[in-house]
């Protein structure tokens, strides 16, 4: 079986470069456009929790990774003693076992490695590289956290951090400038001390060596949720490091890298509008845990932010510039159409731990989760 992958490092690195040629030009509007439309394409998972592999529709699956683009092809699957990361191939509508066989935290060959099993409370964050060589995933086990990386040239896991200090699951993305940006989160407070959160960043190079680790500035009041996703989206155009993740403070706001300082985006007040209902950004009530942000691939002034939000099924798209939100919705009388909309509430887009947009810029893969299916978004206009 493992000479059948031998060349995934190869196949990974074609299958999306032909995927960017054919189609990244083949639209005459980008993706922020209002006219731009995609149609929901159902893909991994039979609707049962397991470990089969084999055709994409057919697959069983406990946990997928999400909230990064590697979610377009790369998922940790954890079912009983069964813990291994695994691969969609869209050329041949198959998933591969890639590296992993049981528990554990051993590095190594792909075919000995071993990763920690994934709790409903502790979703792993990825990042994959802008070569496509390397993938970035933290794991944790029994409350201690590692950064590890896939080489999937060379078939080898390694560790690039043995101990993550942080109160919560690390978030992880990948820059334009190809390099990876870690954000560990930490709340501190009670017993009559006010609460206060704040972040420690490492930035590592694409093959996972450490450049700069610097610590940002205090967000008033605690994180949201639960701590299992904290979703990380870089701007090099202003040096800005936007996190999704809710404090009692903001619903979204940004590091500038420059100093550290934090800026809000969308702050929590008192409500105008129902729950996840899209508007302006003064008035926004949305769930208070993140599960992905990203920019799109056809947004060089990084004006448009795209975010999912955990339990929401729901997929919002952040007008910085206008301080609007909009949010997917179906097209009327096109149930399997969608488009993005500031004045319409409501949609389901099966994108529960996050969204990534896929190499070609128009696509894009919503994770579901157990035992639901994933779902690819595919542009159609």
Not at 30 to 38: C, E, F, M, N, T
Not at 96 to 112: R, S, T, V, W
Not at 140 to 169: E, M
Not at 264 to 293: Q, T, W
Request: hydrophobic share 35%; proline share 5%; charged share 15%.
């Amino acid at each position: 079986m493992w000479k059948n992958i031998q060349n995934i490092y190869l196949l990974v690195a074609l299958t999306l470069t032909c995927a960017s040629a054919q189609e990244t030009d083949s639209f005459l509007v980008p993706i922020w456009h209002g006219d731009a439309r995609w149609e929901v394409v159902p893909l991994g998972g039979c609707m049962s929790i397991g470990y089969l592999q084999g055709p994409i529709k057919e697959v069983e699956y406990n946990s997928l990774i999400g909230g990064s683009p590697v979610s377009l092809h790369g998922y940790l699957n954890c079912e009983g003693e069964h813990v291994f990361y695994a691969w969609y191939d869209f050329e041949n509508g198959r998933t591969h076992k890639i590296a992993g066989h049981a528990i554990g935290y051993l590095d190594g060959p792909f075919e000995y490695a071993r990763f920690p099993l994934t709790t409903y409370g502790s979703i792993p964050s990825s990042a994959l590289s802008i070569d496509k060589r390397y993938e970035f995933i933290t794991n944790n086990w029994n409350g201690v956290y590692k950064l590890r990386v896939l080489d999937f040239k060379n078939q080898y896991v390694r560790t690039a951090v043995s101990s993550i200090s942080t109160h919560y699951n690390p978030g992880l993305t990948c820059s334009e400038n190809g390099k990876i940006y870690m954000v560990a989160p930490f709340t501190f407070g009670g017993s009559g001390v006010p609460f206060s959160s704040f972040a420690q960043l490492t930035v590592l190079s694409d093959s996972g060596n450490i450049d700069t680790v610097m610590w940002l500035d205090t967000v008033p009041g605690k994180w949201g949720g639960i701590g299992r996703c904290f979703p990380i989206a870089h701007d090099p155009v202003h040096n800005r490091l936007y996190c999704g993740q809710s404090s009692d403070s903001f619903y979204v706001h940004y590091w500038d890298l420059s100093d550290g300082s934090v800026h809000g985006v969308i702050s929590k007040s008192v409500s105008h509008r129902a729950r996840n209902v899209p508007g302006p950004f003064e008035g926004m009530d949305l769930y208070p845990e993140g599960s992905s942000l990203s920019f799109g691939r056809d947004d060089t002034d990084k004006r448009f932010l795209y975010m999912g939000r955990v339990d929401t099924w729901q997929f919002f798209r952040l007008d910085l510039e206008k301080s609007i939100v909009e949010n997917l919705v179906t097209v009327s009388n096109q149930p399997t159409i969608l488009k993005f909309s500031d004045s319409i509430a409501g949609g389901t887009v099966m994108t529960y731990t996050g969204a990534g947009w896929c190499e070609n810029g128009n696509d894009f893969f919503g994770s579901g989760h157990s035992p639901t299916r994933s779902s690819l978004f595919k542009r159609v206009h």
